[in-house]
């Protein structure tokens, strides 16, 4: 069996999230590395014990678990914990992932998705994908939706814009461009093509060097999600 790795990814407020809920409803195989960052950090992880023990019991919430907001303001005020940090949440974050890159190889996909909020944010990634995907929207549609779904000033909405790649930069990079500036369905159509098109790909990867090409690329790219995560 052999199946090959898709990079998929976007900017705030761009839609990304529509193009996974097609992609799943189509029966792809989708891993949310955010979601990953967010879930080895639960109460239930060996990641949390660990940050509860280094941080202190002053970083929870009412419900026992961490408050990102007062972690994220330690961690960006103190280089050295975030270091730490990232020392505690790497493991899990990799063992995650290729936890279920294997899970779909076993069942027999034809490729995986892996959905990374800043994949081109870092070249770690990018070059252990076969094809890259970038959800885009025109810059006033993308600054308006996040005003809108963000309750933010236009100031406040267009720093956060700037704090990633501009959506501009990254279509270069990107080997698919799903353009979510119009309708649900305009949208889905481009999903439904792209699809096709990597269903008919015979471009593939080993399974097994995709699984290690992806524990070497890792390291890098986790900082950069657990801002994602915390902010």
Known sequence: STMFLVGLSGGIATGKSTVVAVLQELGCAVIDADVIAREVVQPH?????QIVHYFGTEILLENGEINREALGNIIFSHPEKRQLLNAITHPEIQKEMLKQILKYF?????????????????????????????????????????????GLSQAEAEARIASQLPLDKKRKLATYIIDNSGDRESTRQQVLRLHACLEDSLDFLWAWLAVGTVVAGLGGVVYLLLSHFIS
């Open 45 to 49: 992880f060996k990641a949390y014990q």
């Open 106 to 150: 076993v069942l027999g996909y034809r490729y995986v998705i892996l959905d990374i909020p800043l994949l081109f944010e870092t070249n770690r990634l990018t070059k252990f994908m076969k094809y890259t995907v970038l959800v885009y929207c025109d810059p006033p549609m993308q600054l308006y939706r996040l005003m809108k779904r963000n």
